[in-house]
C-alpha cells in the first residue's frame, strides 16, 4: 500500500470506529436485550399448555424466520409512515432488530428449557416450588449455560446485521465507510477497513462468549 | 410407637387407625387408556414404614409421586394427619396440592439434585426461600444434617463432584431439611453402584429406627423385611397383598407376589 492509502486508512478509521461505538455497538446492544426478553416471554408462550397461546408464539416466529431482515426493516421505517406511523431511523433500527432477534432466540431458549431433565422440574416442586420459582431458580440458570453457544451465534449474526441499517440513513460503521468511500473514490480500501473492524468487534464478543461458557461451565463434570 | 399390631394383616388397613399418618383409599390413575392404578387403598401410621414391591411398571413409583402431588389421581382421596384431606373426584387447587406436597418430601432414584448449587444451597433451597425460615436456623439445621451424613465436609462441593452415594445422602439430607412428616423414597438405590447401596441403606434404617414415617419404593428385599413394618405387593395397578415383612416375604398368600418374589430370588 502507498502512504496516500495509508494516510486515509488511518484518517478514515476514526469515523469509522466512531460509527460502531456511537452507531454499531449501542444498536446491537439495546436489541439484543430486548431482543432476549421477547425471545424469553415467546419461548414460555412456546411452551404453554393452552393451545391459543403457543400458536401466537408460532405464528410469529415463523413470520420472522421466513421474512428478510431487510424487509422487516423497510417495512417499519419505510412501509409505516403511509399509515401515519413515523418512527425516526435508530428507534426504527432498534426495533426491527429486536423483533427479529426474539423471533430467532425464542427458540434457542425453548430448546435449552427443554434441554433440563424433568427430575429438575419435580425436585423443584418436591421442594415447595411454584412454577414460577421453579422456573426462575432452577430450570433457567441450567437453560442459560446450555443456550450460551447458540445465542452467542446470534448476537455476532446481529452486529454483523445492524450494517443494514445504514439503509435506513442511521449512522453506524458501515455508513461511515460508505460514506468516505464515495468521497475518496477508494472502495476496496474502505469496505476492508469496514470488515475489519467487524472481525475485530466479533473476535471481542468471542472471548466474552469463552469467558461467559467457563463461569457457566463451573458446576458440570469435565 | 406401632399404632397396630404388625402380626395382624389386616390391620393397616383399619380406617379407624387412630394415629394414621396417611390413608389413602381408592386411589386410580391412568395414562391415556393405560390405567396404571386400579383402586389403591393404603394406611401408614406414624413411626411407620411401608415398603412397596412389584414389578417395574406394577404402579408402585406411580403411588409415591400421587402422594406428592407429582402426579394427579384421577379418582380417590388422600388423607395426612387430619390435616390434608384431598378428594380427586374433583381436580385439588393449588393450595391444596402445596398443602399435600409440605407434609411429604421425596428422595428421587436419580437423585435430582440442583446441579447449578453447592450441596449447602441444595439443602437450603426448600426450607430458606420456599418456607421462608430463619436463616441462622436453617443454615444451623443443614450443617448438623450434612454432618449427621458425614458430608459437612463437602457442603461446598457441586454434585458432579460427589459419588451416587454421596449424592443421595445429600438428597435424603435434602428432604430432611423439608421438616417432613412423610419421607417418600422412590427406589433410592437403584442406580447406586454396588459397593455404595449400603450407606445409603443404613442411613434410611437409622431413620426409620428414630421414628420417621416413611413409604419406600424398593427392589432390596432384605432390606424391606428389616426395616418396614408392612410391605405391600403391587401388580397391574392394585395391591395384591400386603401385611408383615416377614409373612409376605416368605408366606405369600397370592401366587403372583410367589412368582415375583420367586424371580427375584432366583433371577437365572
Redesign the interface.
Known sequence: MNQSAWDLFWTSLGPIVHGAIAGTIPLALASFAIGLTLALGLALMRLSRRRWVSSIARVYISIVRGTPLLVQLFVIFYGLPSLGILIDPWPSAVVAFSLNVGGYAAEVIRAAILSVPKGQWEAAYMIGMSHRRALTRIILPQAARVSVPPLSNTFISLVKDTSLASLILVTELFREAQQVAAFSQEFMLLYLEAALVYWVICLGLSSVQSVLEKRLDRYVAH | MSPTDPTDPTAPDAAAAPDALLRVRGLRKSFGPNQVLQSIDLTVGRGQVLALIGPSGSGKTTILRCL???ELADGGTIDVADEVSLDFGTPPT?KQL?AL??RS??V?Q?Y??????TVLENVL??PL???RRPKAEVEAEALALLDRVGLSAKKDS???ELSGGQQQRVGIV??LA?RPQLLLFDEPTSSLDPELVGDVLRLIKELAVEGWSMVIVTHELEFAREVATEVAFVDGGRIVEHGDPKQVLHHPQEERTRQFLHRLLFPF
Not at chain 2, 435430582?112 to 448449587?117: E, G, Q
Open positions: 406428592n402431588g407429582l393449588k402445596a406436597r409440605d418430601a421425596m428421587f436419580h435430582n439434585l440442583f446441579p447449578h448449587k433451597e426448600g426461600i420456599v418456607q457441586y454434585p458432579f435434602r428432604a423439608l
